[in-house]
């Protein structure tokens, strides 16, 4: 099954809602598509001991290795204030080494910057990522 960056981001915003950020206040969400054409969403978990949080897109990518899926199409971030629209919120580093690990270079990661859908690829965010290659 296709989907338009616009539903992902839109999704991504609707798991964003569920993000425990009582720390930073920063909720974060994450759709991420499987090669078998399921979404799997995610949002941050925070914790009084900071080691211990966990990432909205970590989160997307436990829950579909959970289920037997290793290989995926896309992702969309969305992340902001709570309360506030999601916005602009590129994965960090921990979270662009995670999808490296499954994710293919050319795969698409969707953000939402200004408003509108913004695409870049895994190898434009982490271009000499870690793997078993290296």
Known sequence: MEWDYQTLLQKAEDARRNAYAPYSHY????CLIGQNGSLYTGCNVENASSGCCICAERTAVAKAVAEGVHAFGAIAV????T????????????????L????????????RRDGK??????????PYAFDLET
């Open 117 to 126: 859908p913004f695409a870049l690829t895994m190898g434009d965010l982490l």
């Open 78 to 81: 969305v992340g902001g204030e």
């Open 27 to 30: 909720a974060v969400g994450a």
């Open 83 to 98: 309360g506030e629209q999601g916005d602009f919120c590129p994965p960090c580093g921990i979270c662009r080494q995670v």
């Open 100 to 111: 490296a690990e499954f994710c293919p270079k050319d795969m698409p990661v969707v953000l």
